[in-house]
């Protein structure tokens, strides 16, 4: 039996303070089906973290991603979760869904409150419990940061 942890890399893509997330599909056999989680994926042997997110998301939603910086790293007992962070520079009608049920830019209200509408789903649906505690991070570090908060709400 191999106990070695899942290695991920994800991605907080921002814009105009709001964070672009994914409605991950139903399936009951992968991790945190039906909820909103952060884009990104499986690290793939002889990969960085920083080649895994950019592959990841261009791989899911079709967008390349601009300069982008470390967050921090969350381990639990599932997984070790690369976590960093860019500026979203597009509209989200030319972002691409190749995986997933649904997407959307959710508010910090959304995130607190730990759920959001899904047009596509038709129903409110959960954030993912790991993925809601990196994000109320990223908010709440944001919030002691006035310069980063401009760069939120500008989209820089």
């Known amino acids: 039996m191999n106990n070695q942890l899942v290695q991920v890399a994800i991605a907080i893509l921002y814009q105009n303070n709001k964070y ?4 991950r599909d139903n399936i009951p056999t992968i991790a945190i ?3 909103w989680g952060l884009f990104g994926g499986h690290i793939e ?9 950019k592959r990841e998301i ?3 939603i079709a967008y390349d991603l601009p300069a982008f ?13 690369y976590v960093f ?8 009608s030319q972002l691409v869904l190749n995986e ?11 995130i607190r409150r730990g759920d959001c509408y899904s047009a596509i789903a038709g129903e409110v649906r959960p954030l993912g419990m790991i993925h809601q505690k990196i ?4 908010i709440n570090k944001q919030s002691l940061a006035p310069d980063a908060r401009a760069e939120l709400e500008i989209g820089i």
């Open 33 to 35: 089906p039906g909820c």
């Open 20 to 23: 672009l997330m994914q409605l």
């Open 58 to 60: 261009i791989e899911e």
């Open 135 to 138: 994000m109320l991070d990223f």
């Open 100 to 110: 997933g049920w649904d997407m959307g830019l959710l508010t910090p209200e959304d």
């Open 69 to 81: 910086t470390e967050f921090g790293c969350y381990t639990d007992e599932k997984a070790i979760r």
């Open 85 to 92: 962070q860019a500026p979203l520079l597009v509209d989200l």
């Open 45 to 53: 042997p002889g990969e960085t973290p920083e080649v895994t997110v």
